[in-house]
């Protein structure tokens, strides 16, 4: 089992940059594939990047490519997620989860393949 605390949300005008960060619980972080995921208010939990579980392979939304990036330090237990040039549309409540997998490149878009999620951070995006 593992456990997730997303960091580094907040305030930022638009064209601003924030880096995310997602610390995970436990010795086995390596064995986790690990995704970002984004909900707006009003809207549906709509998927935004992910990475396999050694950070071989990774899968941005069309929404965000160019903009944001996905990486991780096993070393760290944690996830980020880059977000740069950021829009008034990339306002909403971020959340990191986890999925075990044997499959070193295994990324998923699906939340529906995520067991473990965090509580969640705000990233405000102010026009």
């Known amino acids: 089992q593992v456990q997730l605390v997303e960091s580094g949300g907040g305030l930022v005008q638009a064209g601003g940059s924030l880096r995310l960060s997602c610390a995970a619980s436990g010795r086995t972080f390596g064995t986790y594939a690990m995704g970002w995921f984004r909900q707006a208010q009003g809207k549906e939990r709509e998927f935004v990047a992910a990475i396999s579980r050694s950070g071989g392979s990774a899968k941005i939304a069309d929404s965000v490519k160019g903009r944001f990036a996905i990486s991780r330090d096993n070393a760290k237990n944690t996830v980020y997620l880059q977000m740069n040039s950021l829009i008034h549309e990339d306002t909403a409540v971020y959340y990191c989860?986890?999925?075990?997998?044997?499959?070193?490149?295994?990324?998923?878009?699906?939340?529906?393949?995520?067991?473990?999620w965090g509580q969640g951070t705000q990233v405000t995006v102010s026009s």
């Open positions: 989860a986890a999925r075990n997998t044997v499959l070193y490149t295994s990324v998923a878009e699906s939340a529906a393949s995520y067991g473990y």
